[in-house]
């Protein structure tokens, strides 16, 4: 019987639906139109968009969707994500219904949440263990835009981000663990999605000296709780922490920075490598623990254009290593929050 099911909606970015210009020009002006990306107003951002951003960056951004594309399985963020429901779908059971809803491209939020319509209670779980604005406040404002228009309301359980849950982090130990041992002599490279410095301004958590300065946020306390950069330094202090590594056996990151405005840093290619190759370091590990899933920033950006970087700069190996996706003890993770919600 649906009406005693519970509903699962997991909540990504998106990806393009194939990786030629066009299909790549539709996503991307979906993506940078909305005002949580792109913070400046409404005109302003049209013309940055139409004039600068699309007619430049659409072939080089396609381009890079190619070269990560699969033949059979297409967008490597779209099957993962596929893989990641269908395999908690078997994990829950027939009480619960899993749904994935993409914030800009296909299946939809509106499509996932509207397969749930007849479950009595969902459990949405935006899949950014950090919270930012960009990213979680988009799709959970999109969420509840279309979840306004329900007659018949369901109770709603929102899970806006997991950055230091142990089983979160058991979950990326799990992962890295292997690397640790085969090569316990490889640095150790957290690397975040980073974001304008505005953006942790606007959250009004007094941490903004660290942002300039590319100084380690102190641990989380009750001024610093909803600070993105700061959640991203405690994930990696708590699964260093679980690995045994020293503090000189890691390093937190920033990658994929754009435009001139003032970014969180240390970013990785232009204030890290160097630096590491100055300390004698040649072997890296790159995990990346803002993203569940790969994508092309994991795969393309820091696999294959990083990567390249290093080894040009004269290091030794980087190893890339997966996101989370649909492995076994993540899958376990999320069956245990949708159990404890329950």
């Known amino acids: 019987m649906t009406k005693d099911r519970i509903g699962i909606l997991l909540l990504?970015?998106?990806?393009?639906?194939n990786f030629d210009?066009?299909?790549?020009?539709?996503?991307?002006?979906?993506?940078?139109?909305?005002?949580?990306?792109?913070?400046?107003?409404?005109?302003?951002?049209?013309?940055?968009l139409y004039f600068f951003i699309l007619p430049f960056r659409?072939?080089?951004?396609?381009?890079?969707?190619?070269?990560?594309?699969?033949?059979?399985?297409?967008?490597?963020?779209?099957?993962?994500?596929?893989?990641?429901?269908?395999?908690?779908?078997?994990?829950?059971?027939?009480?619960?219904?899993?749904?994935?809803?993409m914030r800009y491209s296909s299946p939809s939020i509106r499509q996932g949440i509207s397969k749930l319509m007849s479950c009595h209670k969902i459990i949405v779980l935006p899949l950014?263990?950090?919270?930012?604005?960009?990213?979680?406040?988009?799709?959970?404002?999109?969420?509840?835009?279309?979840?306004?228009t329900w007659?018949?309301?369901?109770?709603?359980?929102?899970?806006?981000?997991?950055?230091?849950?142990?089983?979160?982090?058991?979950?990326?130990?799990?992962?890295l663990q292997p690397y640790c041992v085969a090569n316990p002599e490889a640095h150790l490279i957290f690397s975040?999605?980073?974001?304008?410095?505005?953006?942790?301004?606007?959250?009004?958590?007094?941490?903004?000296?660290?942002?300039?300065?590319?100084?380690?946020?102190?641990?989380?306390?009750?001024?610093?709780?909803?600070?993105?950069?700061?959640?991203?330094?405690?994930?990696?202090?708590?699964?260093?922490?679980?690995?045994?590594l020293s503090n000189h056996q890691y390093s937190v990151v920033f990658q994929s920075q754009v435009g001139k405005a003032a970014w969180i840093g240390p970013h990785l290619q232009n204030d890290v490598l160097s630096n590491l190759l100055a300390r004698g370091i040649k072997d890296l590990t790159v995990a990346c623990p803002s993203f569940v899933t790969d994508c092309l920033e994991t795969l393309e950006e820091i696999g294959l254009r990083v990567r390249k970087q290093w080894l040009q700069l004269g290091g030794r190996d980087l190893k890339l290593?997966?996101?989370?996706?649909?492995?076994?003890?993540?899958?376990?993770?999320?069956a245990n929050w949708a159990n404890q919600i329950n």
């Open 192 to 244: 975040y999605h980073s974001l304008p410095v505005r953006q942790i301004l606007k959250s009004k958590q007094n941490c903004s000296k660290s942002c300039f300065q590319n100084m380690a946020c102190p641990r989380i306390d009750a001024n610093n709780y909803h600070c993105y950069r700061a959640q991203c330094f405690e994930s990696s202090h708590l699964i260093a922490q679980g690995l045994a």
């Open 58 to 101: 659409t072939a080089k951004t396609a381009k890079a969707y190619a070269a990560i594309w699969d033949k059979e399985r297409g967008s490597p963020l779209l099957f993962h994500s596929l893989e990641m429901a269908r395999k908690l779908q078997a994990e829950l059971g027939s009480r619960f219904q899993v749904e994935l809803g």
């Open 151 to 175: 007659r018949d309301k369901k109770a709603l359980t929102i899970k806006d981000m997991f950055f230091n849950d142990p089983h979160f982090i058991g979950s990326w130990i799990s992962i």
């Open 21 to 48: 210009v066009r299909s790549v020009r539709n996503f991307l002006r979906e993506f940078l139109d909305d005002p949580h990306v792109i913070e400046i107003p409404w005109l302003l951002r049209k013309c940055l």
């Open 321 to 334: 290593a997966p996101c989370l996706n649909d492995s076994s003890p993540w899958i376990k993770t999320i």
């Open 12 to 17: 990504n970015l998106g990806t393009p639906k």
């Open 128 to 148: 950014y263990p950090q919270y930012s604005h960009a990213a979680t406040g988009s799709a959970i404002d999109e969420l509840v835009k279309w979840y306004a």
